[in-house]
């Protein structure tokens, strides 16, 4: 019996460990909830400045607005992929053009390279899609507290 109890309390010692390496290897960031069930992340490209992302992970991909791309090329930030044919959330379709981001900064110190963005037109919102959250998984959203946990940033260099 001694045993067993010696052995389930080295189980949860490792399990304890696991978890607590685990949650330091993630970077949080926090959320801002604008309406219901509408999360938005603080963001800095390259080029931008300070930008705002509304998390949607039912996304495919990131995107970003023509008023933002130009931006981002004047600044050497953003290079042409190719096009694709997008399904909007009512149903519609649309072919975009697809650019490649080179550095992508969430929050203040998660780094995301080559994320992959869609261009809407005009100033619309933009969308941090799985093109980029699938290059920092594992995620956790969490909505309370609302914050985006990302696994796999890369770092901020001068």
């Known amino acids: ?27 949080t960031i926090p959320m801002n909830q604008k309406r219901l069930a ?15 992302f509304m998390v949607d992970t039912g996304a495919g991909y990131t995107t970003i607005n023509e008023h933002t791309l130009e931006r981002l090329k004047q600044a050497g930030n953003a290079e042409y992929v190719g096009q694709l044919t997008g399904v909007m959330a009512d149903g519609t379709q649309h072919e975009l053009p697809v650019y490649r981001i ?13 994320v992959e963005a869609a261009i809407f ?23 309370d507290p609302p914050r985006l946990s990302l696994s796999n940033c890369g770092t901020v260099t001068s």
């Not at 001694?2 to 607590?20: D, R």
Request: hydrophobic share 50%.
């Open 1 to 27: 019996m001694a045993g067993s109890f010696l052995k389930i309390s080295v189980c949860l010692l490792a399990c304890l460990v696991t978890n607590m390496v685990v949650a330091a290897s993630y970077k």
């Open 121 to 143: 037109p005009r100033n619309t919102r933009m969308l941090l899609g799985l093109s980029a959250l699938e290059k920092a998984a594992p995620f956790v959203f969490s909505i």
């Open 102 to 114: 080179k550095h992508l900064i969430l929050g203040e110190d998660c780094v995301l390279k080559d």
């Open 38 to 52: 509408t999360y938005y992340i603080q963001a800095n490209m390259q080029g931008t400045g300070a930008v705002e």
